[in-house]
């Protein structure tokens, strides 16, 4: 992972991270909510090297996790960009339910969503 700039805590104890061109996610605490083959605390749930990724990243500034898992990205670093080479630059990037819910507003540590 390379320049890692935004993290965020899913209700599961998970880690996700933000560089500026992908996303990581890191089995927490609670390794029961892990898929079994990222059964241990700190390990890559995402693809190892490279963490998620796609086209829409252009500049990933920010990202959080809603209500429903879904965790938002803020892609808006444009520096002369050409929308047929470099999409996105002025966009919200939604991965859906790639993080357990949480309940909103975050006031304190995560918490699951009932």
Request: aromatic fraction near 4%; include cysteine.
């Amino acid at each position: 992972m390379n320049g890692p700039g935004n993290f965020a805590i899913d209700a599961g104890g998970s880690a996700c991270a933000t560089t500026p061109t992908s996303i990581s996610h890191f089995c927490g605490v609670n390794t029961a909510a892990c898929p079994a083959a990222a059964s241990s605390v700190g390990h890559a749930i995402s693809p190892n090297d490279t963490g998620y990724q796609s086209d829409a990243f252009t500049r990933i500034t920010g990202g959080q996790i809603d209500p429903t898992g879904n965790i938002c990205i803020t892609s808006n670093w444009k520096i002369e960009a050409n929308p047929s080479l470099n999409p996105g630059g002025n966009s919200v990037v939604i991965a859906i339910g790639a993080a357990a819910p949480i309940k909103t507003p975050l006031i304190g540590p995560p918490v699951r969503l009932d």
